[in-house]
């Protein structure tokens, strides 16, 4: 006997519940999740260990770290003392929530960020919410100013872009008005920053929008 | 590309469905694709096809609609429904575009293959 079932459910809702379950677990203690995507290479560990410096004694942090294979990000972002944990996904383009959820007993409650640094991809990771509360896509001067409408998933669904290695622009045919205004005709609601790891440009700015997001956070669940 | 995991949930929600429902197998599965889901539809049936094996839904039929992706133009007003994603307004070319849906990945209907009729309650 046949049955029809109308069922009307998205096919990632398992995913979208989990993550759901980590935001709220993370911001009722105050901990702002992010969730950094970008190609490989762009500067997602780079820019972690930067800010590792420059919120260290005012600030505590955690991150999780998604590869397909070795420690090696984890190990960077330790010896900058910051707690860190490695997912290997063995092959998977992105982080699932059930893969953070696995790692967050872990994770000590007492701390103001938590950073989710996925896989490099620009494509798959952003079909999977992590429970992040900001979503943070990079774009490298060397990648080319016209990616963020060939890939445009990962840009309309984030929330801060962070343009990276500005350092690099005389050398490069990069023109970042393009860039950023590729972006914003996406996904006008965009915070953007551009930045240099090696000069340090942009790093403040991030840094304390970073810190205004945490205490608006806070604010609101206090 | 991602489908495969895709699969895995999708086939994952249609298991606890069918025990729900003491279902001995699925033979229909209708889901909605939009173009900006981040899956190919295409990689979708063959993920589908090498996951199906010693599943619930071995047998099933996979039915795949492409949802359009609606865009207004910023420049001109209009608004364009297509398939496909593209960067520009069809009507004026302008690449200032306002995306509204589009992001639909959705398990939409089963068809379950149940072995007692189903009869009212005694």
């Known amino acids: 006997m046949k049955k029809q079932l109308y069922v009307l459910r998205d096919i990632l809702g398992t995913n979208q519940k989990v993550a759901a379950e980590i935001k709220a677990a993370c911001e009722e203690r105050g901990i702002l999740v992010l969730n950094l995507m970008s190609s490989p290479g762009a500067g997602k560990t780079t820019l972690l260990e930067k800010l590792a410096e420059r919120l260290a004694g005012r600030h505590r942090m955690a991150v999780i770290e998604g590869d397909i294979e070795t420690e090696r990000d984890a190990e960077r972002i330790r010896a900058k003392g910051v707690p860190a944990w490695q997912i290997t996904t063995g092959g998977a383009c992105h982080l699932e929530a059930r893969m953070i959820a696995r790692v967050l007993p872990e994770v000590s409650p007492d701390i103001d960020f938590l950073f989710i640094e996925n896989v490099g991809n620009l494509v798959c990771p952003a079909g999977y919410d992590l429970g992040e509360r900001l979503r943070i896509v990079l774009l490298s001067s060397p990648e080319g100013d016209d990616k963020p409408k060939k890939y445009p998933k990962a840009f309309l669904t984030a929330q801060v872009l962070v343009i990276t290695k500005s350092d690099l622009f005389p050398h490069l045919p990069f023109d970042v008005e393009r860039a950023k205004s590729e972006a914003l005709e996406l996904n006008p609601g965009l915070q953007v920053f551009v930045i240099s790891a090696l000069t340090g440009e942009g790093l403040d700015d991030l840094t304390a929008f970073l810190v205004a997001s945490r205490e608006a956070l806070r604010a609101g669940h206090a | ?122």
């Open chain 2, 1 to 122: 590309m991602h489908e495969l995991s895709v699969v895995a949930s999708l086939v994952e929600t249609i298991e606890a469905l069918a025990g729900e429902h003491k279902a001995k197998s699925v033979t229909g599965v209708w889901i909605k694709v939009g173009p900006l889901s981040g899956v190919v539809p295409e990689l979708l049936e063959s993920a589908f096809e090498m996951y199906r094996k010693g599943t619930i839904v071995e047998s099933a039929r996979l039915s795949i609609e492409k949802t359009p992706l609606r865009a207004v133009c910023r420049a001109c007003r209009v608004e364009t429904e297509r398939t496909d994603y593209a960067p520009d307004c069809p009507a004026c070319g302008s690449t200032d575009l306002e995306i509204a849906g589009g992001t639909d990945l959705i398990l939409e209907r089963i068809e379950l293959e149940t072995d007692e009729p189903v009869s009212p309650a005694q």
